[in-house]
């Protein structure tokens, strides 16, 4: 299983986190830099051993790997350091997780639907009103909420959920394109001008 974390730092970094079951299967789940606690903390609720959580990003990570010993999944916890290309962790994700306090727009799990991973964030994260919870991965409603995450985290375990989320994720792609970003920008623009 791997789930994939991302560092809000100046880049899209990620942290990664690698699950490998007994049978091979894999399940990866992401996250953003200010969730890093809220992440392995969710981790270790999910008492897992399979979960292998890779960091990727900037930050100083002495403070979450404390925490990650603390919590006796420090085995379970590995930071990649800055990563320039993120399409292989993307690739090698199962779902991304970022439990945010505030992102008006989160680029990174746009970027993760559109490259089929489910995500689970939050109702503070601008991005997520694109995403129908249950059918894209899901939204909670706190943050701080350790036990939903970790929930969260546990039934996207299941290969066969997160294999019909991957599917709807992947059908945003379209939504999810600059083209058709710029296409609806300027049909406000439009009708602004025809209105005026």
């Known amino acids: 299983m791997k789930v994939f974390l991302t560092g809000g730092t100046g880049f899209v970094g990620s942290h ?3 699950a490998y079951a007994a049978a091979g299967a894999e399940l990866r789940l992401l996250t953003r830099a200010t969730s890093k606690l ?3 903390e969710g981790l270790a609720a999910v008492g897992d051993p399979r979960l ?31 990563v320039s290309d993120m399409r292989p ?4 994700a199962d779902f991304f ?25 939050t109702v503070f994260n601008g991005a997520c009103e694109i995403m129908e919870s249950g ?4 939204v909670l409603a706190d943050p701080a909420d350790i036990p939903a995450l970790s929930a969260a ?44």
């Open 16 to 18: 990664v986190a690698r």
């Open 38 to 40: 809220a992440a392995i």
């Open 52 to 82: 292998l959580l890779l960091v990727a990003g900037k930050d100083d990570p002495r403070r979450y790997e404390r925490l990650a010993a603390d919590l006796n999944v420090a085995g379970q916890v590995r930071f990649l350091g800055p």
């Open 89 to 92: 962790l993307y690739a090698a």
């Open 97 to 121: 997780v970022l439990p945010t306090r505030h992102d008006p727009c989160s680029l990174v799990v746009l970027e993760s639907l559109a490259m089929g991973l489910p995500v689970i964030s």
């Open 135 to 138: 059918r894209h991965g899901e």
């Open 153 to 196: 985290m546990r039934w996207l375990l299941d290969g066969p959920t997160r294999a019909q989320m991957r599917e709807a994720c992947l059908a945003l792609r379209g939504k999810l394109s600059f083209d058709t970003h710029v296409d609806r920008l300027l049909g406000i623009y439009a009708a602004r001008l025809s209105a005026t």
